[in-house]
């Protein structure tokens, strides 16, 4: 890894961003998902959820524990999460597969509820977070290291933040919103020189936005 640069160079001879190192549970996650731009409801309301889980700890545990995340929350289907109950609160409080931090579940199950009044306001969540990509003028010219490691925040994830919060969303802060737009796509922060930046251009390019 180059401290200047932020890039590493793969077990495959690929330069890719450094933060993955050589996990390779990791490397997939940054070159088959992460920066693709999404418009699954599904995908956007579990992303956002995990987010909040992985406050204060690393997204690789969070990573690590997904498929197990996928399983207790039922495929993060909103509609099936909203109907949890106090007694579903303590039977994930029990599942070791998982973070077991009762406000963070609370949250979850909170959200859920959020999550299908905002599809039934804006249509689905993705007409509603993709109306916040950022504009080619909000953007930095360069994205390189520097720049991932001055702005953790941007003006459209605090603007992101208050609108949900506003509805009644929890563990939604301007950082986790942030680390949710460069996860789903609504930005590109692959950095200058990694191998995915082009692609996922292209894919961006190509993305359909939900109407």
């Known amino acids: 890894m180059s401290d200047a640069t932020g890039l590493m160079t793969g077990p495959d001879g690929a330069v890719r961003c450094a933060w993955p190192g050589n996990l390779p549970d990791y490397l997939a996650y940054h070159d088959n998902e992460w920066g693709r731009p999404v418009a699954d409801d599904r995908r956007l309301f579990e992303k956002i959820c995990l987010e909040g889980f992985q406050s204060g700890l690393s997204w690789l545990t969070i990573l690590r524990k997904r498929e197990n995340f996928r ?24 599942n070791a597969g998982i973070i077991r931090h009762r406000g963070k579940i609370v949250s979850t199950i ?42 953790p925040t941007t003006a459209v994830s605090v603007r992101i933040s208050k609108e ?37 251009e292209a894919e961006r390019k190509a993305f359909k936005r939900p109407a």
């Open 110 to 151: 909170n959200n859920a509820k959020r999550a299908r009044e905002l599809a039934d306001e804006a249509g689905s969540l993705a007409a509603f977070f993709w109306r916040f990509e950022p504009t080619a003028e909000e953007r930095p010219a360069v994205v390189d290291l520097a720049h991932i490691r001055a702005n």
């Open 71 to 94: 399983e207790a929350f039922d495929g993060f289907d909103f509609d099936r999460v909203a109907r949890f109950t106090e007694a579903d609160v303590e039977r994930l409080l029990t």
């Open 164 to 200: 949900l919060k506003k509805r009644g969303w929890s563990f939604v802060g301007p950082t986790t919103v942030y680390a949710f737009m460069q996860a789903m796509g609504l930005v590109n922060d692959h950095l200058e020189g990694c191998t995915c930046r082009a692609r996922i």
